[in-house]
């Protein structure tokens, strides 16, 4: 009898990389791949950048033709899986069809938190998840429309630098008082602020949306506690919901803050079912607290991690958390993740808009924010994965080569004898 293979849910970044590596790993068994989506994987990161702003569309396919070609993946597309049964080892979907697996992989994402707002706007009120989702709002900026989006993380900031871009009037709704304060050292921030306002950007900083009116015309009115604004098109960029609930309904453990909790190997709670991607929270390491990560890179890592662990082989390294972001014409990386007591060190002046900042805590590097400098935010990747202590008083702040003094440091760490 043939073994009834690997059935992945979910049909994103992650489950792509993860049936990619499976076939790479030498897996010669069944995989089945099941997506809500009527598309192949794509890459959401253009969904707020280039599909936004570019003239053609660009390919945002994950996998090339070759991939599907040659790597006999099934993929079961407009297709949803409804149940898991953990004791029979099915997965049901929506169609009534239920599918066999010897190792389940859940990739199912997340979804756009959702604002409980009048019907009447719905036309005019936008999430960006999907590639549906992105073209539908693309088509709206031809308008030239005056927008709001509320939410000025790293997503609702993206969007407000493409639809200026387009051409739109923006506002920016944005609960804190300076922007990414969670994310960025408060230089960078204030950076970020002055160039966005600079730029033509409104920001309406510690503001809360209050009510939503449309108008007879169709237009809206927002009352925040900043004023009134009238608009065309509202963008709600409020965060993520972890689809975790195909899981937490098979009775696997699901994190406090939300998100399947996953162990180092992305296995779930149920040795033969395995998470990756955004609908994870993971344990790290050992006693630490899990941490979601919603990344391009985090999808791409744990994807390579599962795929290894379903088939007994061993781990590839876990890899220092990495993200980056397109704000207008300015490229933003962050290695690490930040903490309340670190000490920022600065190379370059923000004047200039190259800059980086480093926050460490005795020394350790933990946190690395670039802005236009992610080559030397590379150049210093190795000092974050030896997780190793610095004398900052001597880090070269101006252009000094970095790869140079991160080799000097290496061998201060291990001396020759
Ligand atoms: C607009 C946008 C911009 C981004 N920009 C950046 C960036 O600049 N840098 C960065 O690092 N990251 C960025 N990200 C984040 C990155 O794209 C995500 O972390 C990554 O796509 C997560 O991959 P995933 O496979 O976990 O989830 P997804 O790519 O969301 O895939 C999950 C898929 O599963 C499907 N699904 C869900 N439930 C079911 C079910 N029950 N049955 C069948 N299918 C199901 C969903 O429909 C979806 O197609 C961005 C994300 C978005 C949306």
């Not at 992105?134 to 997503?155: C, N």
């Not at 408060?186 to 009116?213: D, F, I, P, Q, Y």
């Not at 397109?326 to 903490?339: E, M, Y």
Request: proline fraction near 6%; glycine fraction near 8%.
């Amino acid at each position: 009898m043939t073994s009834p293979g690997v059935v992945i849910v979910g049909a994103g970044q992650s489950a792509a990389i993860a049936a990619q590596a499976l076939r790479e790993k030498g897996y010669r068994g069944s995989i089945t791949m099941i997506g809500r989506e009527r598309y192949r994987p794509y890459e959401r990161p253009p969904l707020s950048k280039a599909v936004l702003t570019a003239a053609e569309e660009p390919r945002l396919e994950v996998l090339s033709e070759d991939v599907w070609t040659h790597s006999d993946i099934e993929l079961l597309s407009n297709n949803e899986a409804v149940a898991l049964d953990l004791p029979r080892r099915q997965v049901r979907l929506a169609n009534g069809r239920v599918l066999d697996y010897e190792k389940c992989l859940i990739a199912t994402g997340g979804d756009a938190r959702k604002l409980s707002l009048p019907p009447a706007a719905d036309g005019s009120v936008h999430y960006i998840r999907t590639l549906d989702d992105a073209r539908r709002l693309r088509a709206s900026l031809l308008a030239k429309p005056q927008i709001a989006v509320l939410g000025g993380g790293f997503l609702g900031l993206e969007i407000a630098n493409s639809a200026l871009s387009s051409g739109a009037s923006v506002t920016v709704i944005e609960r804190a008082a300076t922007l990414l304060d969670r994310f960025l050292p408060s230089e960078a921030s204030a950076w970020l602020e002055a160039w966005m306002r600079n730029a033509g950007t409104k920001l309406l900083l510690a503001a809360s949306l209050n009510e939503v009116h449309v108008l007879s015309s169709g237009r809206m009115r927002l009352s925040t506690n900043a004023g009134e604004l009238e608009l065309d098109e509202l963008v709600v960029a409020i965060g993520l919901s972890p689809n975790d609930s195909l899981a937490s309904g098979a009775g696997l453990e699901i994190a406090a803050g939300g998100g399947i909790l996953v162990d180092s190997s992305c296995r779930t709670s149920n040795e033969h079912v395995f998470a990756c991607g955004d609908c994870t929270s993971q344990r790290r390491s050992g006693d630490t607290a899990p941490t979601r990560l919603e990344s391009w890179q985090n999808a791409n890592e744990q994807a390579r991690i599962a795929a290894a662990a379903m088939l007994g082989a061993p781990l590839p390294m876990p890899a220092v958390p990495w993200f980056w972001t397109d704000q207008g014409r300015h490229n933003i990386q962050v290695l690490g993740l930040p903490a309340a007591d670190l000490e920022y060190v600065r190379r370059g002046d923000p004047s200039s808009d190259r800059v980086m900042w480093i926050g460490h805590r005795d020394g350790v590097p933990l946190h690395g924010v670039a802005i236009n400098a992610g080559s030397d935010l590379r150049a210093i990747r190795p000092i974050f994965e030896r997780g190793q202590p610095v004398q900052w008083e001597d880090f070269p702040l101006e252009k000094t080569n970095l790869r140079a003094w991160v080799k000097q440091m290496h061998a201060q760490a291990s001396p020759t004898v």
